[in-house]
């Protein structure tokens, strides 16, 4: 059975304090990870796809690696409006085309 | 604009009622799906469907019934055999490989 992890539950920074997000996966066969966004009381706004390991993609304050176990978002310089849930999640042979999402790490940045 | 919509924001159940929440998509999207979102928790699949006409169960599937009649919408009925409805529920498309997200429905039995 797909499992997803993501470590820290909660992370709290100060403005301008990188750190990394981690989001591990034990899958048969991991045909894609994503990575989410989610506001309170909205819907997960769609952030990076990787496919396969050590790819590698980046988004103003936040950069995604892979690799054959985990997944990092890392966060640059963050700001006050970093602060979301970020949701990681995969597609894998098990399952086709549906997603076995983690539970989520919720990040706050404070000013 | 293309995008999911989800309708109602906000619903409100009683005891032994069904009701219906609605999702379309004007992405032309083959995939659909439907997730509950509890607090502290990750999404988790109720039903799918891949195209017109065909939906499979999810991992949450008891209680609630969905359709697909159309491409651009499948709607979730929540029923009353569902005993634990109150939820916030996230309707999503996806043609390939992410899939893009609707603005979810709350839902609160009173």
């Known amino acids: 059975e797909d499992q997803v992890t993501q470590s820290p539950e909660a992370l709290r920074l100060q403005e301008g304090e990188s750190s990394s997000l981690n989001c591990s996966y034990t899958v048969s066969g991991l045909r894609g990870l994503f990575w989410y966004r989610q506001d309170p009381g909205k819907g997960p706004e769609f952030l990076f796809t990787?496919?396969?390991a050590g790819e590698e993609k980046e988004k103003e304050r936040l950069k995604a690696t892979l690799t054959k176990k985990e997944s990092f978002l890392h966060i640059t310089a963050p700001k006050p409006e970093d602060s979301a849930t970020y949701l990681c999640?995969?597609?894998?042979?098990?399952?086709?085309?549906?997603?076995?999402f983690g539970p989520g790490t919720r990040l706050s940045v404070l000013p | 604009d293309g995008g999911i919509t989800q309708s109602p924001k906000y619903l409100f159940r009683k005891e032994g009622q069904n009701v219906t929440l609605s999702c379309e998509q004007n992405l032309n999207h083959d995939a659909m799906y439907w997730y509950r979102q509890d607090p502290g928790q990750g999404l988790r699949l109720i039903y799918y469907s891949q195209i017109v006409n065909d939906f499979q169960k999810g991992d949450i599937a008891e209680g609630y019934s969905v359709s697909r009649e159309k491409k651009e919408s499948f709607p979730l009925t929540v029923t009353s055999a569902q005993k634990n409805p109150t939820a916030f529920y996230l309707c999503?498309?996806?043609?390939?490989?992410?899939?893009?997200f609707g603005q979810g429905t709350r839902l609160t039995v009173v």
């Open positions: 999503a498309s996806s043609i390939a490989a992410e899939a893009f």
């Open positions: 999640a995969v597609q894998s042979d098990n399952y086709g085309q549906n997603f076995v």
């Open positions: 990787l496919y396969s």
